[in-house]
Nanobody
């Protein structure tokens, strides 16, 4: 069973950048599609981005398209979320998730990390 650990969150000023990492342990990383979700205070968790098993296809929420880039390095068992031009409304706990298919809803993902806080100051 794959386990996921996120890192790379922190405090950044608006317009800045952060790169989140999601390290996978256990067998099967290359068999999973990977997704990133986020949850802001008082709001439901929402889809951010996802990448297919082969990394051939990436999908983004409209709110982050053009600013965020999802990628994966199968050799390192790690998925990434590069976040540029950050805005205060990007402030949230960011979660990575793994599932047999790539989709924009939580139900498609079986395995979740513990989350990492991203705070964007204005």
């Amino acid at each position: 069973q794959v386990q996921l650990v996120e890192s790379g969150g922190g405090l950044v000023q608006a317009g800045g950048s952060l790169r989140l990492s999601c390290a996978a342990s256990g067998r099967g990383f290359s068999s999973y599609g990977m997704g990133w979700f986020r949850q802001a205070p008082g709001k439901e968790r929402e889809f951010v981005a996802a990448i297919s098993l082969s990394a051939g296809n990436a999908y983004y929420a409209d709110s982050v398209r053009g600013r965020f880039t999802i990628s994966r390095d199968t050799a390192k068992y790690t998925a990434y979320l590069q976040m540029n031009s950050l805005k205060p409304e990007d402030t949230a706990v960011y979660y990575c998730a793994a599932g047999p298919v790539v989709a924009g809803h939580e139900g498609a993902y079986d395995i979740w990390g513990q989350g990492t806080q991203v705070t964007v100051s204005s």
